[in-house]
């Protein structure tokens, strides 16, 4: 064993294999570093520790089976003992050893120093604080000025009414494309779609959304063929700048949408830095399908989230390899988390990463995916910072996508940076003017911050845009309890057409009011629900006192990713739960820090 160590030694095996280790945390460091700085992917630094322990092995064999010597390198049964310079290799390793540790020792101490202190490491808000002030400082004043344009639903002209889906698909696929221009602002589809239907006029719908310019035009549909026609028109003079009519066949649908881009940025004048973007192609079977999804995606039952999760199975069959399918999937599987229906929030989180993930492989500029990414980081992860980074990028190929800028506004909720939620609501309100998400993330940002009148006043606006929005009168009762108008709340909740949610106020209200057996009797009631209402009982348990259930309560929503648990940071009614250790404990455990 001496003369094995001795000859160990004297082959520099030992310094050999602690230059090695040095020089591969070195490069492991560097490789963390840098891999999110130029948006490698996550399996970039797995693929370096693989690669660094499987170098191992082989330096020891080289170290102990060759030696280098003035004529090169040479098998170590080659060179005459008398002539080798393995002590002279030795000490050059040792003083290589010195520098690798030297240069170890001072990445160290700078990334101690450039890495968050103890105090503030554990707080998420603090982290993504400045990266969500900058998602805010887009919107900070509107370009008015420059080139902006809604567009309309195309009209269906089908005798078959159940090709609406296909106008509809075929309107928002051009404004996906459009808001890929960063000289142009492009208004939602939810403020566009708003006037689906209604008798008003251009001027109107541009004066509303605070646009330049409308796209509007009709679809018809008949077999394998289609008559497409577009025209542009300008808000201010109500003059057509361009119209066209095409007779084509669905194989030329992604054509036609190209032209129709160019069309936009011709006439408009646009000064692009590269291409006019392109929508990405696939057979026309595929291209209904994931149309036909999308329309009842957008519906958001039970019934209608199972019917598009089948279609885009159905379109995925058929071609693997179109990425928006797969955005689409990984959407159906968020609203059905955010929705408890399909199942459970966890497994859909799961399922929606994976075919986000799958979608952007196949498409890394694909603003759904990302959008959707983001949203699981932050919601099911945990993530603030990686939801930002996925945002980012959203946000540098789509400037204009509100879908990334509503859930930058969430976030800005969820780790408690009110301010900046409620300026991302206020700005994206100002750009547009009917998307009731931005609304939504305004309100509660605004709750929060303690502007109970001003979160009012942003539910009811949504109630205004959408009579049917569910959950809405139940958080205009939340604010009312706040305010201690609990009989008014109570008549509030009267309106409120979601039991989880009708059930919770009663718990609360009634309690408030003395009367206990009501009280007791919605609690019941709230408690033959599903466990997917777990972050509502966590509210009730917290507001009647019973910390203990309540706790018990967290501990099932965090189990299952309860989106509920969004609100915990700044929810008022969790108020009498916050001096208890337990909710330091519960914080930490979703990455999340007190600012109430």
């Known amino acids: 064993m001496t003369s094995l160590f001795t000859e160990l030694k004297r082959r520099n095996v030992f310094r050999v294999a602690i230059a090695y280790v040095v020089l591969a945390w070195i490069v492991l460091q560097a490789g963390e570093t840098l891999a999110p700085a130029l948006h490698l992917p996550e399996w970039v630094n797995s693929l370096l520790v693989f690669f660094a322990i499987l170098g191992l092995p082989f330096a020891i064999f080289f170290a102990w089976a060759f030696e280098l010597t003035p004529e090169g390198l040479k098998k170590e049964q080659d060179v005459d003992r008398s002539q080798s310079i393995t002590g002279t290799t030795g ?22 120093q450039t890495s968050e202190s103890p105090s503030t490491a554990d707080e998420p808000a603090a982290v993504a604080a400045p990266a969500l002030a900058r998602f805010a400082s887009l919107l900070d004043a509107p370009d008015t000025t420059g080139p902006s344009i809604a567009v309309l639903p195309f009209v269906n ?8 889906y296909f106008s509809d698909g075929l309107s928002e696929e051009l404004l996906n494309l459009l808001a890929k221009i960063p000289a142009l602002r492009v208004a939602s589809r939810t403020s566009a779609f708003s006037f689906k239907g209604k008798d008003v006029t251009i001027g109107d719908i541009g004066r509303e959304l605070n646009v330049g310019h409308v796209l509007e035009g009709s679809v018809r549909k008949s077999g394998t063929k289609i008559r497409i026609t577009a025209q542009l028109i300008d808000v201010q003079y109500d003059t057509h700048l361009w119209s066209e009519t095409w007779d084509r066949t669905l194989d030329d649908i992604f054509a036609i949408q190209d032209e129709i881009a160019q069309a936009v940025v011709d006439q408009l004048r646009i000064e692009l830095l590269g291409a006019t973007p392109q929508v990405a192609e696939t057979s026309a079977e595929v291209y209904g399908l994931v149309l036909q999804a999308r329309h009842h995606l957008r519906r958001r039952s039970l019934d209608s989230l199972g019917t598009a999760e089948s279609l885009l199975r159905e379109a995925l069959e058929l071609d693997p390899g179109y990425a928006p399918s ?4 990984g959407l159906v599987y968020i609203w059905s988390a955010s929705i408890d229906t399909i199942r459970g929030a966890r497994e859909a989180a799961t399922l929606g990463t994976d075919a986000a993930k799958k979608a952007l492989e196949l498409d890394p500029n694909n603003t759904l995916a990302l959008s959707t990414l983001a949203n699981i980081e932050i919601a099911s992860n945990y993530d603030s910072e990686a939801a930002i980074r996925y945002l980012e990028r959203a946000l540098t190929i ?15 909720l969820i780790v408690g940076d009110y301010e900046t939620g409620m300026k991302l609501g206020r700005s994206m309100v100002l750009v547009d003017p009917l998307n009731t998400g931005a609304y939504l993330n305004y309100g509660y940002s605004a709750y929060f911050a303690g502007d109970l009148e001003d979160a009012i006043e942003s539910f009811e606006k949504v109630i205004q845009l959408n009579p049917d929005a569910a959950g809405f009168h139940y958080y205009i009762a939340n604010v009312l309890w706040s305010q201690g108008k609990y009989e008014e709340a109570l008549e509030r909740t009267q309106l409120e057409n979601i039991d989880g949610f009708k059930y919770t106020a009663l718990v609360m209200l009634h309690f408030e009011l003395g009367h206990i057996e009501a009280s007791d009797a919605a609690l019941a009631s709230l408690n033959e629900l599903d466990v997917e209402w777990a972050y509502q009982r966590i509210v009730v ?23 509920g648990l969004n609100l915990t940071v700044g929810d008022p009614m969790l108020d009498n739960l916050r001096d208890d250790p337990r909710f330091a404990d519960v914080l930490k455990r979703m990455n999340r820090t007190a600012v109430r």
């Open 91 to 112: 000490r050059n390793l040792d003083f290589t050893i010195i520098a690798l540790l030297v240069v170890a020792l001072g990445y160290f101490m700078w990334a101690s």
């Open 157 to 164: 002209m089908s005798s078959d009414v159940e090709q609406e």
């Open 326 to 329: 797969w955005a689409e999937l």
């Open 398 to 412: 789509s400037p204009g996508n509100s879908d990334a800028l509503n859930t930058a506004s969430g976030i800005a």
């Open 541 to 563: 348990y917290a507001v009647r006192g019973d910390k203990d259930k309540a706790f018990e309560w967290f501990d099932t929503a965090i189990e299952i990713r309860d989106r």
